[in-house]
């Protein structure tokens, strides 16, 4: 096969396998789940050879229909855009994996259409990753965004209701990032990423062009759930089945960041970031406090992820190299953490009923392997050594003495001591409780007969393979941001 | 001041017509008026970049025997359009996702105002 096709049969794969999989449903729900399955397997691998090749052969560029760029659509596979593509659809690949026991427990009936949803979302976000058009991006981002409503209102009674209040305002976002769109459109007359970032610097400064930037940077901030606009993120988050939650959360709000960092880099990171950077600082502080006032663990994972979010707006923003390579280090990072707290958050539900976290006394007796792949993403959401989260933390605040902020140094440290906090109370009462004598006898008894019932094998792998590899991460970073992330980083590939 | 105004009025207008409906989106109570507001922004954004591509004397980008090829400039630029013909069809896409979300939601709770909502789904 030839490797300058890679960029388009990335996110066509995923829309035939959306077609085809309502049609294998047919079938069976098995069937379906297959198609699906098949899908993303080709996907990943695709992208795989995609990123190897565009490490050794600089970008591959496909032009639709043959119209050349400043007139036609092109779709770019650089190593940045590689990256993103390689996460996102791998951890599709686990979700899927993991989806399949969990979808059939939760809502059995539902199974077909979170598959084939599942295909579209992946067709939206894959397409805003590697698409090298301004309004492209746009169609893209409202198709996932489409499924993802759609996606996030399977599940209990009140999804729909938090689904619409995603809805709303992601439609605002697209909205927003349209009306900056025609901006930009206006001064340059180009709809295409890289002629606009050479047309950009020639009208640079002009209110025009800034209120474009404006209105773009809102719109991609209200999709990412940054600080002041995520109050979607944690209700839609904690009402959704399990399985779409662990989807959504690790990939979604990722692809959102990616659109900040290509506008920025089209831009050429304007001086107008800096607010930005003010912003995610305070999120992170602001949404660690809100996560500490959580019982719910979901809705607790939710406020985290608006935190980690503004790690990597923090990261992004702050404009230097180091810390560039902390935000994309924690972009793979926090997809990979999110799932398997997810992951392990669904299967907790499923066996013990109960997603307060001050039940979960007995956890690791009753759910060993569970616990201890749940352990290593919380290592790795705090920051301990070995782990991945430890490496990309480090790169942040790194950036952060290298931009001469030691506000920023801060902040990072300081919500490090958050993240502590209201991970600990989970392993306390899961590891350490039963060792205390402050249960009540009742409690006591519960606990005594407690047996080991594991989740079923199906979702329990996905959640072992993305905790090895979490650890693999904090292992080989040095490869992965040598190899990887230095090639696809602006200051360095131009 | 009053050539700014004269200039660009029709852009006034739209950033306007925006604001309204950022107003129903956020303020009013009930889903169905949401809805609205949202439909109300889809359509200024996408009046904004239809005002975009208008000239004076210029007319459609078909070929005109009585206007010929020589002056490019007296045809409209063709792609805001075609663009919005897309834009349209998002938009009302995302309204048929939010009426079947809207019917979920009446069939689960028996109303659509949002305070009532959130008391209910406490």
Known sequence: MNSIQIPLLIPVTFLFASLLTPLAGLLGRSWAHLVSLAGAVFVFFLSLKGLGAALTEGPLRYHVSGWLPPMGIEFVLDPLAG????????????????????????????????YTLT????????????TGDLFNLYVFLEISALAGYALLAIGGKRAPFSAFRYLTLGTLGAGFYLMGLVFLFMTTGTLNMADMSRMLPLVNGSFTVTTGL???ILG????MGLFPLHTWLPEAYTNASSAATSLIAPVGTKVAAYILIRMLIISGFPPLIELLTWV????IIAASILAIAQSDIKRMLAYSSV???????????????????????????HALMKAVLFFAAGGIFNKMGTRDIFQLRGLPKKMPFTAGAMLIAVFSMVGIPPTGGFFSKIYLIFGAIEAGTWFFVAVILISTLLNFVYFFRVIQTSFFKPYETAGTPDDDVKYESMEMDEMSPGMLVPTLIISVVIILVGLFNGAIVDKVIIPGHPWFSG | MLELIEGYYAYFFLILLFLIGLYGMMIKRNLMKKIFGMSIVQSSVILFWITSAFKEKATVT????????????????PLPHTLMLTAIVVAVVTLGVSFALIIAIYRNYGTLDEPRLLERTR
């Open chain 1, 83 to 114: 990256f993103l593509e390689v996460i996102i659809t791998g951890m599709t690949v686990l979700v899927l994996i993991y989806a399949r026991k969990s979808v059939e427990i939760e809502n059995p009936d539902k199974a077909v259409p979170f």
């Open chain 1, 119 to 130: 295909m579209l979302l992946m067709t939206g976000l894959s397409g805003m990753v590697i």
């Open chain 1, 214 to 216: 404006i209105l773009i």
């Open chain 1, 220 to 223: 991609a901030g209200l999709k």
């Open chain 1, 280 to 283: 995610a600082a305070v999120g």
């Open chain 1, 307 to 333: 935190a980690n979010i503004g790690y990597i707006a923090l990261g992004i923003t702050l404009a230097n190299p180091l810390a560039f390579i902390g935000a994309m280090l924690h972009i793979l990072n």
């Open chain 2, 62 to 77: 078909v070929l005109d025997p009585g206007i010929g090829l020589e002056n490019p400039d007296l045809y409209l630029n």
